[in-house]
């Protein structure tokens, strides 16, 4: 089973069609998926475009009437998906944003990764599209700003926001943080969800993907140097992860029913 978590806020220009592109992206497979969406307190017409893909989808709707944050939604995306999951060594999931600058097409890629049996998949975006030239510098410069604890070996691109999990993974690498598992928000929450995924990975590997700035409908929630000012605050934040891959079979996740071990 894949997984497909998708936060969005006020993304009612572009959600549908991103999960319309999924299905056809997953109509060759033999895979079984879900889309598990994350509607973080959207004021616009979000959830009247979300209602309809009920009748014809595989879709659950998670939604906050309050917005919580980019972090408290990807968190609650991803623990659905390991509770709705009973094989977390063979299930997946797949991070994406619901504004299309992403085209899910390009995700076969990933699947190809797991297959072979990476635990965490990165996608390393080129940004195409961008006319602001601060914004363009920040997201050069994010890793740099939020220092070492979140770094990934072999990955360059941290802030994306396109990864794909396996599960067990996943489980492994936040057992020790049960409640909250993300300590910051935005960008830095993206290279936080990384850096401890990784830590609970035998084998990550990355994707070259295209991210299409001027395919996004609504303004962009970030000006560069707020931003910058932001991922240098947030890595005062961070807590480097303990490596935990070493054990990913041997050692089984605290307090995770017996069903959810089977391979």
């Given at each position: 089973?894949?997984?497909?978590?998708?936060?969005?806020?006020?993304?009612?220009?572009?959600?549908?069609?991103?999960?319309?592109?999924?299905?056809?992206?997953?109509?060759?497979?033999?895979?079984?998926?879900?889309?598990?969406?994350?509607?973080?307190?959207?004021?616009d017409a979000?959830?009247?475009?979300?209602?309809?893909?009920?009748?014809?989808?595989?879709?659950?709707?998670?939604?906050?009437?309050?917005?919580?944050?980019?972090?408290?939604?990807?968190?609650?995306?991803?623990?659905?998906?390991?509770?709705?999951?009973?094989?977390?060594?063979?299930?997946?999931?797949?991070?994406?944003?619901?504004?299309f600058t992403?085209?899910?097409?390009?995700?076969?890629?990933?699947?190809?990764?797991?297959?072979?049996?990476?635990?965490?998949?990165?996608?390393?975006?080129?940004?195409?599209?961008?006319?602001?030239?601060?914004?363009?510098?920040?997201?050069?410069?994010?890793?740099?700003?939020?220092?070492?604890?979140?770094?990934?070996?072999?990955?360059?691109?941290?802030?994306?926001?396109?990864?794909?999990?396996?599960?067990?993974?996943?489980?492994?690498?936040?057992?020790?943080?049960?409640?909250?598992?993300?300590?910051?928000?935005?960008?830095?929450?993206?290279?936080?969800?990384?850096?401890?995924?990784?830590?609970?990975?035998?084998?990550?590997e990355s994707?070259?993907?295209?991210?299409?700035?001027?395919?996004?409908?609504?303004?962009?929630?970030?000006?560069?140097?707020?931003?910058?000012?932001?991922?240098?605050?947030?890595?005062?934040?961070?807590?480097?992860?303990?490596?935990?891959?070493?054990?990913?079979?041997?050692?089984?996740?605290?307090?995770?029913?017996?069903?959810?071990?089977?391979?």
């Amino acid at each position: 089973m894949i997984y497909f978590c998708i936060p969005t806020r006020d993304e009612a220009a572009t959600v549908g069609l991103v999960l319309w592109k999924i299905r056809q992206a997953m109509s060759g497979s033999s895979r079984e998926y879900q889309l598990l969406v994350g509607d973080d307190g959207s004021t616009d017409a979000t959830a009247e475009v979300l209602a309809p893909y009920a009748n014809v989808l595989p879709i659950s709707v998670i939604r906050h009437e309050q917005p919580l944050g980019y972090a408290a939604t990807v968190e609650r995306l991803l623990k659905e998906a390991l509770e709705q999951s009973d094989r977390h060594k063979r299930d997946s999931a797949i991070l994406l944003p619901a504004d299309f600058t992403i085209d899910p097409a390009e995700l076969d890629e990933f699947l190809k990764k797991l297959d072979s049996g990476a635990d965490l998949v990165v996608g390393e975006a080129t940004v195409e599209g961008e006319a602001d030239r601060g914004r363009r510098l920040v997201r050069r410069w994010a890793p740099r700003l939020l220092g070492r604890r979140v770094r990934v070996r072999g990955v360059r691109d941290i802030v994306s926001g396109v990864a794909a999990f396996r599960l067990v993974a996943l489980r492994q690498a936040f057992r020790d943080r049960p409640d909250r598992w993300l300590a910051t928000d935005g960008w830095a929450a993206r290279a936080e969800l990384l850096a401890w995924a990784a830590a609970g990975a035998r084998q990550v590997e990355s994707v070259a993907i295209t991210e299409r700035a001027d395919r996004r409908q609504r303004p962009s929630r970030t000006t560069p140097w707020p931003l910058a000012r932001e991922l240098w605050h947030a890595r005062g934040q961070l807590v480097a992860p303990t490596v935990q891959s070493a054990s990913l079979r041997e050692r089984p996740a605290r307090a995770v029913p017996r069903s959810k071990e089977a391979a």
